[in-house]
């Protein structure tokens, strides 16, 4: 069993910073990447970011240059520092980890909201 724990969302002013956290625990073999995604209501869920074991980084066009993902190995943990942010990127944010069996694991999602 593998539990991922989220934890920083909230409301933010546009133009604001937030920072996700997303811990794993459980009968973890090896985590593979680790990444966050998105959902805006009526719309599809999306990949903001992902990060391999090794640290390669790979981002959605749309939060280039604005979110930073992060991983800590030995806490099993996932990071995604978000800066400049719009009204658009409102969503509830759902980290993802995928093992070593290529298992998929979720998140219960954090809501993000951006708005004056």
């Known amino acids: 069993q593998v539990q991922l724990v989220e934890s920083g969302g909230g409301l933010v002013q546009p133009g604001g910073s937030l920072s996700l956290s997303c811990a794993a625990s459980?009968?973890?073999?090896?985590?593979?990447?680790m990444g966050w995604y998105r959902q805006a209501p009526g719309k599809q869920r999306e990949l903001v970011a992902t990060?391999?074991?090794?640290?390669?980084?790979n981002y959605a066009d749309s939060v280039k240059g604005r979110f930073t993902i992060s991983r800590d190995n030995a806490k099993n943990t996932v990071y995604l520092q978000m800066n400049s942010l719009k009204p658009e990127d409102t969503a509830v944010y759902y980290c993802?980890?995928?093992?070593?069996?290529?298992?998929?694991?979720w998140g219960q999602g954090t809501q993000v909201t951006v708005s004056s």
């Open positions: 993802n980890i995928e093992d070593g069996w290529y298992q998929n694991y």
């Open positions: 459980g009968s973890i073999f090896r985590i593979n990447s």
């Open positions: 990060i391999t074991s090794g640290g390669s980084t």
